[in-house]
């Protein structure tokens, strides 16, 4: 149930599901598709969306927190996406 739930938000993908057992429940991490850092790091950001599922079938979906960044920072970011984006273009194998 808790995978079809994911599968409903286009543009993310699972990158962790973790079982907490203190509070018996199950968490799965979704972040964006064009999101060009490391899942961990996204998660820790606060970047990730939680799908939380607890014993009875319950879902609870909590949204990623919007940070406020500043101009040069969402400058940088988009110009790195520009070239992860365009990398495969200076590939010796051609476009990837």
């Not at 991490?29 to 319950?58: K, T, W, Y």
């Not at 960044?69 to 990837?96: C, H, T």
Request: aromatic share 8%; hydrophobic share 45%.
């Amino acid at each position: 149930m808790l995978l079809q739930t994911v599968a409903i938000y286009k543009g993310w993908h699972l990158v962790s599901v973790q079982h907490r057992p203190e509070s018996d429940v199950l968490v799965a991490h979704i972040v964006r598709n064009n999101d060009p850092d490391d899942p961990v790091l996204a998660i820790r950001e606060g970047r990730s969306m939680q799908i939380i599922m607890d014993a009875m079938g319950d879902l609870k979906v909590q949204h990623p927190r919007a940070g406020r960044k500043g101009l040069w920072a969402r400058f940088i970011r988009q110009l790195r996406l520009l070239f992860v984006r365009n990398a495969g273009i200076f590939s010796p194998y051609g476009m990837l």
